[in-house]
Each structure stands twice: as structure tokens, then as C-alpha cells.
């Protein structure tokens, strides 16, 4: 299994409240992702990373952000969570790939989040 | 845009049948194909992957795939399914937009029954 672990794998917030996940890898992969997951819809990019300090946004980025200070780690915020932010997020790792080639991705194991 | 389509939201089989998940998507180049378990409570496990070549892809657990480009589907079966197949399964295109994106079907849960 790829090492990636996900930190805390559950939390309990309330609206109003900030919140920060964590994505550690222990692969060495260029780039992470953050998804979350909803009943219905699968999985949805928040978030991505192709390097230390560069990110970009998924197709559900409203209301969240993202850093990467070191290529292990990669933090999702919830600056202000809300109750549509409730769900299971997944953060992924791939290697580099080009427009010839592409590398699958790993998931952790998942933090689920409930804002009440 | 890339898009992909899972139109089983839940399927039941019986345990030592078969099974055919279907997957449809949506391209405009040679896909990357994948499909992903997910058991309750853990993340997701790649079952299988197509980038090119032979179009039936084997994968792990006893499940394969067939690309149909025809089709643009990429059907995940199982000759014999086991109890411990339940789970949530997920189609997945990959493409090249200036970074590696991976688009989700919505899943199909399997049950199976005794």
C-alpha cells in the first residue's frame, strides 16, 4: 500500500469554526489531491498540488483552501466550515506524468467531517 | 469535459454468481480507464487500469475489464462473485489537462446475497 495517511480520520466541528486536514505521504509523489466524497456524487476534486507551494483549484474549491509547505505534506482548510461541507474527504497521490503517459492514484484512508 | 457514467446505483447478486458492473464515459481522446473498490469505511483500492494495448484487463481480486471504444463503456466483471465483494465500486476516466485528472462515476454498491 502507498504511504499516505490522513489526519484526524474523524472530526465533529461546529458552523463558524476553522478546520485543517492533513495529507502526509511517505512516497515522494509531485502531486496530491483533495476530494471529497457524497453520496450521489462520487468523488469531486477540491484541490490539487504539483509541487511545494504550487497548487490549484478542483471543480469544488469554494470555501476551502490549500497548502503544501513540503512535498510530504498537504493541508485542506476549512476556513469557515459550513454544514455543506459535511462529508468524507480523500486526499491522493500520483507521480508525474505528461500528456503521454498517466499515473494512477492513491487514496488514504479517508477523514470524515461533520459540521453541525 | 470528461464525464463518466455508472447506471446502477445499487445491484444485488447472489453469492457464486456472476457479475457485470457497467461504466460508461465520455472522452474525446484514448481514455485511462480505472476501476476502484471501496469497502464501508476505507478509502479506495484500484481493482484495475487501461491505458492501452489488449482491451480485456485483468485485475486483482478475480475481476476484469473490457474496453469498448465503440461503446465508450468499460464494464468490470466477475465470473464468481464472494461475499466479501460487497462493496462500493467506482468508474473513473483519467486525462491529461495540464495536470493528471481523475473523474469519478457516482458508484455502484454491491450487495450480495447468501
Known amino acids: 500500500d502507498a504511504g499516505i495517511t490522513q489526519s484526524p480520520r474523524h472530526k465533529v466541528t461546529e458552523t463558524g469554526t476553522p478546520v485543517t486536514l492533513r495529507c502526509h505521504q511517505t512516497e515522494n509523489h509531485r502531486y496530491m489531491y483533495w476530494y471529497r466524497q457524497d453520496p450521489g456524487h462520487g468523488l469531486r476534486l477540491i484541490h490539487y498540488?504539483?509541487?511545494?507551494?504550487?497548487?490549484d483549484k478542483g471543480e469544488v474549491s469554494d470555501g476551502y483552501s490549500v497548502s503544501r509547505s513540503k512535498t510530504e505534506d498537504f493541508l485542506l482548510t476549512l476556513e469557515s466550515a459550513t454544514s455543506s461541507q459535511t462529508s468524507v474527504y480523500f486526499c491522493?497521490?500520483?507521480?508525474?506524468?505528461?500528456?503521454?503517459?498517466?499515473?494512477?492514484?492513491?487514496f488514504g484512508p479517508g477523514t470524515r467531517l461533520t459540521v453541525l | 469535459a470528461q464525464s463518466v457514467t455508472q447506471p446502477d446505483i445499487h445491484i444485488t447478486v447472489s453469492e457464486g454468481a456472476s457479475l457485470e458492473l457497467r461504466c460508461n464515459y465520455s472522452?474525446?481522446?484514448?481514455?485511462?480507464l480505472f476501476w476502484y473498490v471501496q469497502s464501508p469505511g476505507q478509502g479506495l483500492q484500484l481493482l484495475l487500469k487501461y491505458f492501452s494495448g489488449d482491451t480485456l484487463v485483468q485485475g486483482i481480486k478475480g475481476f476484469e475489464a473490457e474496453f469498448k471504444r465503440s461503446q465508450s463503456s468499460f464494464n468490470l466483471r466477475k465470473p464468481s462473485v464472494h461475499w466479501s465483494d460487497a462493496a462500493e465500486y467506482f468508474c473513473a476516466v483519467g486525462a491529461w489537462t495540464g495536470f493528471q485528472k481523475l473523474v469519478f462515476g457516482t458508484g455502484t454498491r454491491l450487495l450480495v446475497s447468501p
Open positions: 472522452y474525446g481522446a484514448t481514455p485511462y
Open positions: 491522493a497521490i500520483s507521480e508525474s506524468g505528461t500528456g503521454n503517459s498517466y499515473n494512477e492514484q492513491f
Open positions: 498540488s504539483y509541487g511545494v507551494k504550487d497548487t
